[in-house]
């Protein structure tokens, strides 16, 4: 039986972690203070303690702290598997080496001073940490590994917002300065009081007289908390493998089966059977890339909670779609991977060469997806990065499997070179059948997300052929190969006129009479464009498919 919500328990590690966070900012820039002097150091730490070394102050730190670590260890017991992506992994490793790392510490300024009567300031704490390079290192990496820690579980819960990407840099130049400063300001401290030693033949007044207390009882301490959290971690896994009641099975439909225990979620079925399955937001329910069509075996299993509820309405999934992370199943289920792992990334594009700015005849198509704007503006950030990652690897493999290069992409819209490796027949050639397999691209990508879309998917295609500079422009590591001239602008306004008449493509008759095709079934016109003089003859293709039984080359004219 579950005592808190999932819900819940996501809100209680947030909560704790923000604590714990502002605790460790506050303290990293008391440590700097150090580059100015110890004094500084003294003056920021009495300023510190007024809030954390308050009762209240103490109270809720420590309960952050307790609660932060237990929900820690709760999350690793309910984690059905230990497969997951590297920063996860860090995250807890970070997280449950921190209280080994910082027990000496605690002690020393909390536990200590209750038993002496004296209170740990810079100085002394200073000159114990720098006495010795295990002190030091010891307390250097706790530092970095706390602030990692810290770091890791803030981009976990930050990357989703769509505030992020704005303050993306700088949050990360913090991350990187707070603790560079800490451990500068920790060292030009210690080393400052090492410099009034080595003036005065020993610390003189400024040595630190500390009254008798059972050293023992100190030591005992210390080596109970060591024991009671290595007892806890141990206890969490040694609970992990203990049997949890029955099996279930998850079946894929390429005939892979996933044999977990109750309480597996379908991503952690997925991962522990090494089955790829998309997971963007790292399994936290934040995002839909992970969402499973439920073929056989939904009546019976529990429903979605609130944060699983609130994204697949928010999606307008229907009744059968869950979320792979969220969803436990209590019995066999067969499912249905709604996207793919292939969709993270565009496949490389090829090698381009034989660009060193010189003028070739080249033919260009641009595409563009219509009314994308809209359709973005009903998904989830990391839904609409994932739908136009799908959308740019099918261009990309329809592009490059008809002998083309892809350019760039431009917000929701493609550019592509034909003719860089082959004659300028082949060329025109290559680019017309591309344009077919961009059109049935998208037809299979509607089938795909049939009932995740509001609407279907529709492209808009300009292609037209003739001479371009080819050659490396830009500025650094930004230079790439690219085309400019007239034919270039000539396509994109032709891409545009396609959108004018509702049609998927408008093509130059140059383009289509070089690659000697017929096309005498579609419409054609002769189109004024802003910057030529001349009428442009120009073939406009409702369906792009369409001209495929067309691409059966005659003789090209000499």
């Not at 033949?201 to 500390?210: L, M, V």
């Not at 779609?321 to 709604?338: D, E, G």
């Amino acid at each position: 039986m579950t005592i808190i919500s999932a819900n819940r328990r996501k809100r209680i590690h947030l909560v704790s972690g923000a604590v714990l966070g502002t605790f460790i900012l506050a303290h990293f820039l008391n440590h700097s203070l150090g580059l100015i002097s110890v004094e500084a150091m003294e003056a920021g730490r009495k300023v510190f303690n007024v809030v954390w070394h308050s009762v209240p102050g103490t109270i809720l730190l420590y309960g952050a702290l307790l609660a932060h670590f237990i929900m820690a260890l709760d999350s690793l017991y309910r984690r059905q598997t230990l497969r997951m992506p590297m920063r996860e992994a860090l995250k807890i490793v970070f997280g449950l080496s921190l209280p080994f790392l910082l027990i000496g510490h605690v002690t020393a300024t909390r536990i200590e001073p209750l038993l002496t009567g004296v209170e740990a300031d810079y100085p002394g704490m200073l000159r114990a940490l720098w006495s010795s390079w295990t002190n030091t290192t010891r307390q250097s990496l706790a530092l970095l590994l706390a602030w990692s820690h810290g770091c890791l579980g803030a981009w976990f819960w930050m990357r989703g917002r769509t505030w992020f990407p704005r303050y993306e840099i700088l949050l990360y130049t913090v991350a990187i300065l707070v603790p560079i400063f800490a451990l500068l300001g920790f060292f030009s401290g210690a080393r400052s009081l090492e410099r009034v030693y080595e003036e005065h033949g020993g610390y003189g007044d400024r040595a630190e007289i500390r009254p008798a207390y059972d050293v023992n009882l100190l030591e005992d301490i210390r080596f109970g908390l060591y024991l009671g959290f290595a007892g806890l971690i141990g206890g969490t896994f040694i609970l992990r493998i203990l049997p949890k009641g029955g099996r279930i099975r998850v079946r894929y439909p390429d005939g892979r089966v996933a044999t977990v225990n109750l309480g597996f979620s379908v991503l952690e079925a997925s991962r522990a059977a090494g089955i790829p399955h998309v997971s963007v937001c790292g399994g936290r329910g934040r995002c839909s890339t992970c969402r499973v069509r439920v073929i056989q075996g939904l009546e019976g299993n529990p429903g979605p909670e609130d944060a699983e509820l609130t994204t697949l309405t928010r999606i307008g999934a229907p009744d059968n779609v869950r979320l792979a992370c969220q969803f436990r199943p209590v019995h066999n289920v067969t499912v249905v991977p709604i996207l793919d792992t292939d969709s993270i990334g565009i496949k490389k594009q090829l090698v381009r060469q034989d660009g060193e700015g010189r003028e070739r005849r080249i033919a260009v198509l641009f595409c563009d997806l219509r009314g994308f704007t809209s359709i973005a503006e009903h998904k989830l950030p990391f839904d609409t990065v994932f739908l136009l990652n799908r959308y740019f690897e099918m261009v990309g493999e329809a592009v490059e499997d008809s002998g083309g290069v892809i350019d760039k992409f431009i917000g929701d819209g493609a550019l592509a070179i034909f003719g860089l490796k082959s004659s300028f027949t082949e060329a025109c050639q290559q680019s017309l059948a591309a344009a077919v397999r961009i059109s049935k691209g998208i037809d299979a990508l509607n089938q795909t997300f049939e009932g995740e879309l509001d609407e279907p998917l529709r492209i808009a295609i300009g292609m037209h052929a003739g001479p371009a500079i080819i050659g490396e422009i830009g500025y650094g590591q930004a230079t790439s190969l690219t085309a400019v001239g007239d034919t270039i602008n000539t396509a994109s306004r032709l891409e545009g006129l396609a959108k004018e008449h509702d049609a998927q493509l408008a093509v130059s008759a140059e383009l289509v009479n070089r690659a000697g095709v017929v096309m005498e079934a579609h419409k054609r016109l002769d189109i004024s464009l802003r910057g030529r003089q001349a009428t442009l003859e120009t073939w406009i293709v409702e369906d792009a498919g369409d001209i495929a039984k067309a691409l059966q080359p005659s003789p090209a004219p000499a």
